[in-house]
């Protein structure tokens, strides 16, 4: 089992949708989240970064995180097709270093 | 600031040849890292560095080699390339708190 499960889409979505992209992971040692977005032939630029459970909003974009259901999502509302990507989490164990444990990443398509 | 520089963008090799992938960072970050990134696989370390002189293994480490003799460097090495190593490698570097910021990748196919 993997330790953390990103259903891999593809996603598809009209313009103007509100989107939820989710990751769920099995080891409660895992503190510390990150969302990335990655676009075709780049590289992944970070979008969100959260510790606490609960909701942190930035522009189009909440994340959340349950600790308790070791479950955490990203919501993209009014989505544009700029946002048609790969959006992959990453979670790690501690407040420091850098071992990133990613998902999958799902494909996400927002038509115009 | 050119942020974590990737080359080559693209290399095609034979099976047993050798290479080296570079990456340099020009942030000052202490914390550099090697991914490579395989179809529904996501992301998995390689190699990371938490400074210069100082490395370790991260979840596929077999087939590459690291070094960090600079700050600013940190280059992979495949020892003998093998057809599974076929893949897109990414270099990313960080503060020790702060999440990792990637470069745009080197495409490897290993014919």
């Known amino acids: 089992q993997k330790e953390v499960e990103q259903d891999p889409g593809p996603l598809s979505v009209p313009e103007g949708a509100i989107v939820s992209l989710n990751c769920t992971y099995s080891n409660s040692a895992f503190q510390y989240f990150m969302w990335y977005r990655q676009y075709s032939r780049k590289g992944p630029e970070l979008l969100m970064y959260?510790?606490?459970?609960g909701n942190k909003e930035d522009g189009r974009f909440t994340a959340q995180v349950d600790k308790s259901s070791k479950y955490i999502s990203l919501f993209i509302r009014d989505s544009q097709p700029s946002d048609s990507a790969t959006y992959l989490c990453a979670l790690r164990r501690g407040e420091y270093g850098n071992k990133l444990v990613f998902g999958a990443g799902t494909i996400l398509r927002v038509k115009s | 600031n050119a942020g974590v520089t990737q080359t080559p963008k693209f290399q095609v090799l034979k099976t047993g040849q050798s290479m080296t992938l570079q990456c340099a960072q020009d942030?000052?970050?202490?914390?550099m890292s090697w991914y490579r990134q395989d179809p529904g696989m996501g992301l998995r370390l390689i190699h990371y560095?938490?400074?210069?002189?100082?490395?370790d293994q991260g979840e596929v480490p077999n087939g590459y080699n690291v070094s960090r003799s600079t700050t600013e460097d940190f280059p992979l090495r495949l020892l003998s390339a093998a057809p599974s190593q076929t893949s897109v490698y990414f270099c990313?570097?960080?503060?020790?708190?702060?999440?990792?910021?990637f470069g745009d990748g080197t495409r490897l196919s290993i014919l």
């Open positions: 942030m000052n970050h202490e914390y």
């Open positions: 990313a570097s960080s503060t020790n708190r702060e999440p990792q910021h």
């Open positions: 560095s938490v400074g210069a002189g100082i490395t």
């Open positions: 959260t510790y606490s459970s």
